[in-house]
């Protein structure tokens, strides 16, 4: 059985660049979990560890497992080129 594809953006209150991304993945239909950082800097520091940052917006796209590719760009092209291996 093949893992499960899973997309996890994350993202905090009042980012407009969270937004965009989070309204794309919507109006594509594609499925997506998010993860709020506002007011939670534990989340700030596993984006610090994972990536060496921790700004948002961060987009992981994986299959549940250890294996995520992750557009640190908050920019639509990226993430549809990110997208391209994932659908």
């Known amino acids: 059985m093949a893992a ?3 997309i996890v ?3 905090k209150q009042g980012c407009s660049y969270c937004e965009t ?3 794309f993945l919507t109006e594509k239909e594609i ?3 998010t993860i709020d ?3 939670n800097d534990a989340f700030r520091d ?3 560890v994972k990536y060496d940052i921790r700004y948002v917006p961060v ?3 994986g299959t549940g497992t250890s294996s ?3 557009v640190l760009k908050p920019d639509i092209e990226a993430l549809k080129e990110a997208l391209t291996l994932y659908i």
């Open 68 to 70: 995520y590719q992750a």
């Open 9 to 11: 953006v994350w993202s």
């Open 59 to 61: 987009v992981e796209i």
């Open 37 to 39: 950082v506002t007011g």
């Open 4 to 6: 499960e594809k899973r």
């Open 31 to 33: 499925p997506f979990s």
């Open 46 to 48: 596993i984006l610090e």
């Open 21 to 23: 991304v989070k309204a």
